[in-house]
T-cell receptor
Framework: GAGVSQSPRYKVTKRGQDVALRCDPISGHVSLYWYRQALGQGPEFLTY????????KSGLPNDRFSAERPEGSISTLTIQRTEQRDSAMYRC????????????FGQGTRLTVV | TQLLEQSPQFLSIQEGENLTVYCNSSSVFSSLQWYRQEPGEGPVLLVT?????EVKKLKRLTFQFGDARKDSSLHITAAQPGDTGLYLC?????????????FGQGTTLQVKP
């Protein structure tokens, strides 16, 4: 596609349920990032991939959060046993090259845990 | 942990005024990027600075990377209402193929007509 696509755009889930957030990066982009962003704040790093390899997951808050990118393209961020504090905007970005080149962001998934 | 501190966090000015946003860290970055984000959208890249002391201009916006590559500034001349938005700096940490982007907390700019 022309840009980074995230789905769903909005997700409301009950506390304790698992959710999977999907990111479809720009075709051919090597790096893929997941961030969490509070309103009016900068994106908070969660994890990133170069191709299919997860390079850094130091930003994942706890072991309920995991991410994968099995074929080096589409990525899924999974949150197990969701809690209210997980409510946030989750943003995906992709970069054409490794090493922190410019990031192209999707429109995000707004997750609300009730 | 490498942190980027942006200041000010909020700025409300009149059309035509000048302003400067600062991005500071105690860490050295291999490069630094500035993004602008509008409500409901993702951040969009404005510029990347790589060399210590580098200055780049984008119309009324001037970006500078500190000599030690630990800080950067964004100066806007004669601000316009269309400049309103969230401005974010992002530092590239690590080196080579393992570099990743870490963002500052952002500066919300409001330019009133």
């Amino acid at each position: 596609g022309a840009g980074v696509s995230q789905s769903p755009r909005y997700k409301v889930t009950k506390r304790g349920q698992d959710v999977a957030l999907r990111c479809d990066p720009i075709s051919g982009h090597v790096s893929l990032y997941w961030y969490r962003q509070a309103l009016g704040q900068g994106p908070e790093f969660l994890t990133y991939f170069n191709y299919e390899a997860q390079q850094d997951k130091s930003g994942l808050p706890n072991d309920r959060f995991s991410a994968e990118r099995p074929e080096g393209s589409i990525s899924t961020l999974t949150i197990q046993r969701t809690e209210q504090r997980d409510s946030a905007m989750y943003r995906c970005a992709s970069s054409p090259r490794q090493g922190g080149s410019e990031a192209f962001f999707g429109q995000g998934t707004r997750l609300t845990v009730v | 942990t490498q942190l980027l501190e942006q200041s000010p966090q909020f700025l409300s000015i009149q059309e035509g005024e000048n302003l400067t946003v600062y991005c500071n860290s105690s860490s050295v970055f291999s490069s630094l990027q500035w993004y602008r984000q509008e409500p409901g959208e993702g951040p969009v890249l404005l510029v990347t600075v790589v060399t210590g002391g580098e200055v780049k201009k984008l119309k009324r916006l001037t970006f500078q990377f500190g000599d030690a590559r630990k800080d950067s500034s964004l100066h806007i001349t004669a601000a316009q209402p269309g400049d309103t938005g969230l401005y974010l700096c992002a530092g590239v940490t690590g080196s080579g193929n393992t570099g990743k982007l870490i963002f500052g907390q952002g500066t919300t700019l409001q330019v009133k007509p």
